[in-house]
C-alpha cells in the first residue's frame, strides 16, 4: 500500500522569503503525486500534480516541485512567500493503474511572518 | 454556485444519534469520494464509489455507511455517531486517469461535525 510522509508539521516563513516543503512517498509502481493547500476554513484546492515527462513541475500561485525517483520525494517550493500563502499544505499519492484513491500525508501547516 | 456542494456544512449532534451527510456535484463525474481529516493526520478514506453500482470501502469504513442515490449524489451516513467521529468531512471527484487525466480529486468545502 502507499504511503505518505510530510516530515514538518509547521513551518514559520518570513515574507518575501523562500519555502520548502518536504514530501516523501513509498508506492511500487509510477506514481501520482499531488499538493494541494487548504486555506482556513475552505476545501482542498490543486496547487500542481505529476504523473510522467518532465520532474520539475509548475503550478498555480507560483509554486514548483520536483520529482526525485531515487529519493522517492515530491517536494514543493516557493522562490518568494506572500502573506496569503499561510494554509495547509498537502501532498498525496495516487495509484496510478487501479484508480485515483489518494493516500494523503499529515500536512504541513505554514505561517507567514509580515 | 460550488460543483461539488455539501450539506450541511456545520453539524453538532449527540452520542447515539444518525447523521447524514450529503454530497451532490454537477462536474458530471463518475467517481465519488468520502474523506474525513483530523489533525495531523491529513485525509483518510471512508468510502469510494467508481460509479452508480459500485461501492467499495476505504481504509477507516468502521462506523460509516454510504449510498449513491444518482450519479450526481453520494451520502455519508453514521448510523450511531460516536465523539471520536468528530471530524472534518469532504467529498471529492474524479475523472479515471488516463493519458490526459491524472484522476486528481476534487473537493467540496467540507462538513464539520461534532459529536457531543
Known amino acids: 500500500a502507499q504511503s505518505v510522509t510530510q516530515p514538518d508539521i509547521h513551518i514559520t516563513v518570513s515574507e518575501g522569503a523562500s519555502l520548502e516543503l518536504r514530501c516523501n512517498y513509498s508506492?511500487?509502481?509510477?506514481?501520482?503525486l499531488f499538493w494541494y493547500v487548504q486555506s482556513p476554513g475552505q476545501g482542498l484546492q490543486l496547487l500542481l500534480k505529476y504523473f510522467s515527462g518532465d520532474t520539475l513541475v509548475q503550478g498555480i500561485k507560483g509554486f514548483e516541485a520536483e520529482f526525485k525517483r531515487s529519493q522517492s520525494s515530491f517536494n514543493l517550493r516557493k522562490p518568494s512567500v506572500h502573506w496569503s500563502d499561510a494554509a495547509e499544505y498537502f501532498c498525496?499519492?495516487?495509484?496510478?493503474?487501479?484508480?485515483?484513491?489518494?493516500?494523503f500525508g499529515g500536512g504541513t501547516r505554514v505561517l507567514v511572518k509580515p | 454556485d460550488a460543483d461539488v456542494t455539501q450539506t450541511p456544512r456545520n453539524r453538532i449532534t449527540k452520542t447515539g444519534k444518525r447523521i447524514m451527510l450529503e454530497c451532490s456535484q454537477t462536474?458530471?463525474?463518475?467517481?465519488m469520494y468520502w474523506y474525513r481529516q483530523d489533525p495531523g493526520l491529513g485525509l483518510r478514506l471512508i468510502y469510494y464509489?467508481?460509479?452508480?453500482?459500485?461501492?467499495n470501502k476505504g481504509e477507516i469504513s468502521d462506523g460509516y455507511s454510504v449510498s449513491r442515490q444518482a450519479q450526481a449524489k453520494f451520502s455519508l451516513s453514521l448510523e450511531s455517531a460516536i465523539p471520536n467521529q468528530t471530524a472534518l468531512y469532504f467529498c471529492a471527484t474524479s475523472d479515471p486517469p488516463g493519458l490526459r487525466n491524472t484522476g486528481e480529486l476534487f473537493f467540496g468545502e467540507g462538513s464539520r461535525l461534532t459529536v457531543l
Open positions: 508506492y511500487g509502481a509510477t506514481p501520482y
Open positions: 462536474k458530471g463525474h463518475d467517481r
Open positions: 498525496a499519492v495516487g495509484a496510478g493503474a487501479a484508480g485515483n484513491k489518494l493516500t
Open positions: 464509489s467508481f460509479d452508480v453500482k459500485d461501492i
